[in-house]
C-alpha cells in the first residue's frame, strides 16, 4: 500500500469504530468524487482522491462476495483513461446495492454501467432471481488459489444450485489464516467456513482498521503453528469467536486422526479435494438446522387446518371477530393470521409448554444450543417469573442467600416466597449521578468469608447479581465465580441478564455472560494445567493464616479442581434486547447438579409460575428470534454496538452539544479501582477511538457501549422532566431509565443509522434553544436558572446503602452476620394491628425517628425507574433512605402512599417478636 494512502487509512480510522463504518463511508466519499468527475466539475486533486480511495476500499473488498475484486480492477481502468461517466455509473451501482443490501435479494449486473442502481428490491422471474428471493449468504474458503482457480471454483458451486434450494449462496477466498480471522468477524453474511490445507499463516494487507479484528479474535501465535495444525487451530479460533458458524475442514492427512482432534469446532472432515456436491449440500443442510423453527412451523401449519372449536376461546380462528357488527376493527388490524394461529390447543401438532414432548421441546433444545447453555426454558410472563422460578426451585426456607440490592422487584419478591435469609450487598454509588453501580468482588468475598468463620458457610445456597446492570455496568462474571467458588464450591449463582440476551452474539459481549463462564471455567477446572495452578496457589495460600480475612480479600482464590462444581442459572428478557414478543423470556442453565438435585424442585417451580394457558404468538416469536440470532444475531449485536458507539462519536464532537451535554464515560460510572485497563472512554475527541479488548478481559467492570448515559444536569432539566416533556413529549423519542440529572438512551438490534441521526438532531434543536432562552434572560431568571443547574449538578443527596434487618426480622440477632428473613416481615404486616402510616411531610416520621424509634418497613418501596426496593418488609429505616424518598423525582412509587405515608411496622409488633 502506498504511504500516502496508509497514511490517510490510519488518519481516517481514528474516527471510526471499526471497520464496517468505515468501508461504508469510504464508498460513498468516492462516489461524491466520482460524481464531480463525471459531471466534468472535478476538482483539481479529484483524480488523486478517487485513487486514494480506491486503494482504500479495495483490500477491504477481498472479503466480501460482493462487489468483489474484480469490481474494484474495473473502477481502477476507468480511473486510469479518464472515463469519469462509467467510472461513476458503476461506483453508483455498488454504492446503491450496498446501502440498500439489494445485492442480498437480487442479482446486481455490475456488467452494465449505465444502469442506474435499484434499491425497490424488485426482482424480476428469472431463475437467478428466483434464488435471489431466498435467504442470502456467504460461504468463506480458506485456500492459495489463483484468480483463475476462484472462478473456476465459483462457477463449480454455482452451476449446483437447484430450484428446490431453499438458500443461496456466493464465496469468498482468502489465502491465510489472518485473512480468515478478517473475514469472519469483517464480513457479518458469512454463514459457513470452508479451510482447506494449502494456505498461509499472515496476510499480506496492513491496514490498521483490518489488523483490529485480529487483536479482537484473540488469536494465538501464529508463528509457532506447524503447517499440518494450521487448519485446526483456525477452526478453533474461529468457533470461538463465531461459534454459530458451520465449519468444514479439508484435510490430506488422516481423516480419523483430524476428526477426533478438531471434536465439536467441525461439522465434518473432509480427505484431500472434497466433491462439490458434497460441499454443496453439507452447506445448505448446515444452515437448515439452524433456519429450523419448529414450534413456530407447527403452528403456521396448525392455523391452516380446518377445525372445529368445542372448547375455551371464542376469538380462536377468529370466529367472534368475524361474527361481530363492533369489533371487526380488530381482525381489520392485526390480520387473520395472528387469530387463525390462536388455540388453547395442545395437539394437532401443537405442544405443552408445561410437560413438553414436540415441537416446544425442540425449540427449547435449539435455544439451549444458540446460548450456550444445557437445558433452556421458555417463560411466557416476563423475566420477572423466570427469576421466582429459579430462586424457588434452589433455596428452601433458612439458606442464606447473598442478593444484590439493587436487582430488580421480582428476585425480593422470590426471596419471601422461598424463605430465604438474605444478605444485601451495597453496589458502589455514583452520587453525583444519583444512580449505583455494581457489587464490588472485596465486599462479597468479605461476606463469605464472615459466613464462613462464623460456622454459616453450609447455609450459603446461593449468589444472586444482576449482569448487565440497567445503566450498563458488566461484570467480570467468570473472575467473581471463580473466587466465589474458592471459599464455597458448590455456590449456585443466578445471573439476572434481562438486560443483556443480545451478548451472546458479540464474541467480546460473550465473555462476561453466565452461560460462557460456565462452560469455561467447567473446562478450566479439568485441565491439568489448572491442577498444576492450583498446587502453586495452594502453597502460597497456606502461608497466610486461614482467620486472616483482610490478607485473603487480597489474593486471587482458586478453587480446588476436586471439589469445585458449577452451577449457573442466567435469566434473560429476550424480548428487551432481542426478537421476540413481550414477556417472551427464556432460563438458561448450566448445572452439573441439576438432575442429581435440581431437576425436581425445577419442575414444581416451574409448574408453580407458568401459566397453563401460554400465548403461543409469544412462544412462536422465542422460536423465530433464536433463528435470527443464530443465522443474524453477529451481525445485528455489531451494527447495535457501531451505531451506540457512533452516538457517543457525534455527541462528544459536537462543540454546542458539549456546552449542554455530557456522554457519561467508562470512567465517569467505573471507579478507577475497578479499571485496571486504566481506560477512561471508548473515544476521545482529540485521540479518536480506544482500543476495549484489554478492559473486557480484565477489568473488575466494563461499561456496556450499548447503553449510552447522557448527563443534562446542565439544560437546568431534571432527567424526568427531560424525559417527558421534552423528548417524548414534543419529539416522539422513547426513553425509560432516567436518574436526577441523567437520561438513558439504549440501542438494540433494531436501531438504525437513522434513528441516531434523528435523535442528535433533536439534541441539536434542543441545545438552541436553550441557547437562544439563555441569551434572553433577564438577571432574575439568569439566576433562577443557574440555581436550577447548581442544583441538579452539585446540590445532590447521597445515595443511601442498605442500612439492617430489626433484630425482630433476624434469625441471629447475636451473630455477627447481617442475614434477616424477609417472609417473616412479609406477612406479619398483613395483620393490619401490628402496621401503622408516618407521613413523609406531616411530622409524624421524623417525630419517631427523632425520639429515638427505629422505625421498620413493613413494605417494599420500590421507585419506577429504577424498579429495585429503596426500603425491603423488616428493614430499618435511616435518616439517609428518608432524604433519599423526599429527593426522589419519579412519579410512580410501588409501596408508599402519599396521601398516608409509610407503612411501617408498630413499636408493640416489634416487641412482641424480640
Known amino acids: 500500500m502506498p504511504d500516502s494512502v496508509e497514511k490517510a487509512g490510519k488518519q481516517s480510522l481514528s474516527q471510526y469504530y471499526n471497520a464496517s463504518l468505515f468501508r461504508a463511508d469510504t464508498w460513498n466519499r468516492l462516489k461524491n468524487v466520482c460524481q464531480r468527475l463525471a459531471e466534468g466539475r472535478g476538482r483539481e486533486d479529484d483524480k488523486v482522491k478517487a485513487k486514494q480511495l480506491i486503494d482504500l476500499v479495495a483490500p477491504m473488498e477481498e472479503y466480501f462476495a460482493f462487489p468483489g475484486r474484480h469490481s474494484c480492477n474495473s473502477i481502477s481502468q476507468f480511473l486510469r483513461s479518464e472515463e469519469f461517466e462509467p467510472l461513476f455509473h458503476l461506483v453508483n451501482q455498488i454504492v446503491g446495492a450496498l446501502m440498500s443490501e439489494s445485492y442480498r435479494r437480487k442479482h446486481i449486473n455490475l456488467a452494465s454501467h449505465f444502469e442506474e442502481p435499484d434499491n425497490t428490491g424488485d426482482d424480476d422471474d428469472e431463475p437467478d432471481e428466483r434464488a435471489r428471493r431466498r435467504p442470502y449468504f456467504e460461504v468463506l474458503i480458506v485456500d492459495a488459489l489463483t484468480p483463475s482457480q476462484q472462478r473456476q471454483q465459483r462457477d463449480a458451486l454455482v452451476d449446483l444450485r437447484r430450484d428446490e434450494d431453499s438458500f443461496t449462496y456466493e464465496p469468498v477466498f482468502v489465502p491465510s489464516f489472518e485473512d480468515a480471522l478478517i473475514a469472519v468477524l469483517f464480513n457479518q453474511a458469512i454463514q459457513s467456513v470452508v479451510i482447506r490445507f494449502g494456505f498461509s499463516l499472515h496476510s499480506t494487507h496492513d491496514m490498521p482498521v483490518l489488523k483490529r479484528f485480529l487483536a479482537q479474535a484473540g488469536a494465538p501465535d501464529l508463528d509457532e503453528l506447524e503447517p499440518q495444525d494450521y487448519g485446526i487451530v483456525l477452526a478453533d479460533v474461529i468457533a470461538a469467536v463465531r461459534p454459530e458458524l458451520d465449519l468444514y475442514l479439508v484435510t490430506n492427512q488422516s481423516v480419523e486422526d483430524i476428526a477426533g482432534r478438531v471434536g465439536e469446532s467441525c461439522r465434518r472432515v473432509f480427505y484431500n479435494r472434497e466433491d462439490f456436491l458434497e460441499l454443496h449440500m453439507n452447506i445448505l443442510r448446515g444452515i437448515d438446522s439452524r433456519y429450523e423453527t419448529p414450534f413456530f412451523t407447527a403452528l403456521k401449519q396448525y392455523s391452516k387446518k380446518p377445525t372445529g372449536v368445542f372448547h375455551a376461546m371464542p376469538i380462536s380462528r377468529g370466529k367472534s371477530i368475524t361474527k361481530s357488527h363492533w369489533i371487526k376493527d380488530m381482525g381489520e388490524f392485526y390480520g387473520m393470521n395472528i387469530f387463525l394461529a390462536e388455540t388453547s390447543a395442545t395437539s394437532g401438532g401443537l405442544d405443552s409448554l408445561l410437560e413438553p414432548h414436540g415441537p416446544i421441546k425442540k425449540a427449547q433444545e435449539l435455544a439451549a444450543r444458540a446460548f450456550g447453555s444445557r437445558q ?163 502453597k502460597a495460600l497456606a502461608k497466610i493464616d486461614a482467620d486472616d480475612i483482610d490478607a485473603l480479600l487480597d489474593r486471587h482464590l482458586y478453587p480446588d479442581p476436586d471439589q469445585v462444581r458449577i452451577r449457573v442459572y442466567a435469566t434473560q428478557s429476550t424480548h428487551k434486547t432481542l426478537t421476540s414478543l413481550r414477556q417472551g423470556s427464556m432460563i438458561h ?326
Open 376 to 538: 433452556t426454558y421458555f417463560a411466557t410472563n416476563g423475566t420477572s417469573t423466570c427469576n421466582k422460578i429459579v430462586v424457588q426451585a434452589l433455596v428452601r426456607p433458612g439458606d442464606i442467600v447473598l442478593v444484590d440490592r439493587d436487582c430488580h422487584k421480582s428476585h425480593h419478591y422470590g426471596m419471601v416466597l422461598a424463605g430465604a435469609e438474605v444478605i444485601y450487598l451495597d453496589s458502589y454509588p455514583l452520587h453525583q449521578y444519583s444512580m449505583y453501580g455494581a457489587v464490588p468482588l472485596r465486599d462479597i468475598k468479605k461476606a463469605l468469608l464472615e459466613l464462613k468463620a462464623a460456622g454459616k458457610l453450609n447455609r450459603v445456597k446461593m449468589l444472586l447479581l444482576t449482569n448487565c446492570t440497567f445503566d450498563g455496568i458488566v461484570y467480570n462474571v467468570q473472575r467473581y465465580m471463580e473466587e466465589c467458588l474458592a471459599i464455597k464450591p458448590d455456590l449456585v449463582f443466578l445471573w439476572d441478564e434481562a438486560w443483556f440476551g443480545f451478548a451472546r452474539f458479540g464474541p467480546t459481549y460473550r465473555s462476561r455472560t453466565g452461560m460462557f463462564a460456565a462452560e469455561t471455567l467447567r473446562n478450566k477446572y479439568k485441565s491439568e494445567d489448572y491442577r498444576a495452578l492450583y498446587a502453586k496457589k495452594s
Open 589 to 914: 442453565v448450566h448445572d452439573q447438579d441439576f438432575n442429581a438435585k435440581a431437576a425436581e424442585p425445577f419442575h414444581e417451580a416451574y409448574m408453580t409460575h407458568t401459566s397453563t394457558s401460554p400465548n403461543y404468538q409469544i412462544l412462536a416469536s422465542l422460536d423465530v428470534g433464536r433463528r435470527q440470532v443464530e443465522l443474524e444475531g453477529f451481525e445485528f449485536v455489531q451494527k447495535q454496538v457501531e451505531l451506540a458507539m457512533l452516538l457517543r462519536q457525534r455527541i462528544q464532537s459536537h462543540s454546542l452539544l458539549a456546552k449542554y451535554f455530557k456522554i457519561l464515560t467508562v470512567g465517569d460510572m467505573i471507579p478507577a479501582a475497578y479499571r485496571q485497563s486504566g481506560i477512561q472512554s471508548y473515544y476521545d475527541p482529540e485521540k479518536g477511538w480506544n482500543e476495549i479488548w484489554e478492559a473486557w478481559a480484565n477489568d473488575e467492570f466494563c461499561l456496556d457501549a450499548t447503553r449510552v448515559t447522557l448527563f443534562v444536569g446542565g439544560t437546568a432539566m431534571d432527567g424526568d422532566t427531560f424525559k417527558n416533556d421534552v423528548l417524548m413529549d414534543k419529539y416522539g423519542i422513547q426513553i425509560n431509565k432516567t436518574s436526577r440529572n441523567t437520561v438513558l438512551f439504549m440501542t438494540n438490534i433494531g436501531t438504525t443509522r437513522s434513528s441516531i441521526a434523528y435523535l442528535i438532531e433533536v439534541l441539536v434543536k434542543i441545545a438552541k434553544e436553550l441557547e437562544e432562552r439563555t441569551e434572553d434572560m433577564n438577571g432574575y431568571e439568569r439566576r433562577y436558572h443557574e440555581q436550577k443547574i447548581h442544583s441538579l449538578t452539585h446540590d445532590l443527596p447521597p445515595l443511601p446503602d442498605f442500612s439492617h434487618f430489626h433484630d425482630a426480622f433476624r434469625p441471629d440477632p447475636k451473630g455477627s452476620t447481617p442475614e434477616g428473613s424477609m417472609r417473616e416481615a412479609f406477612f406479619l404486616s398483613y395483620d393490619e394491628i401490628d402496621c401503622e402510616y408516618l407521613g413523609l411531610s406531616d411530622g409524624t416520621l421524623d417525630a419517631a425517628m427523632n425520639g429515638g424509634r427505629e422505625v421498620v418497613s413493613a413494605t417494599f418501596i420500590i421507585p419506577y425507574p429504577p424498579g429495585f426496593p429503596i426500603l425491603v418488609p423488616g428493614q430499618v429505616i435511616s435518616d439517609e433512605i428518608i432524604e433519599f424518598l423526599r429527593n426522589l423525582d419519579v412519579k410512580e412509587i410501588h409501596g408508599y402512599r402519599p396521601d398516608l405515608g409509610l407503612r411501617v411496622f408498630t413499636d408493640d409488633a416489634l416487641k412482641a417478636r424480640t
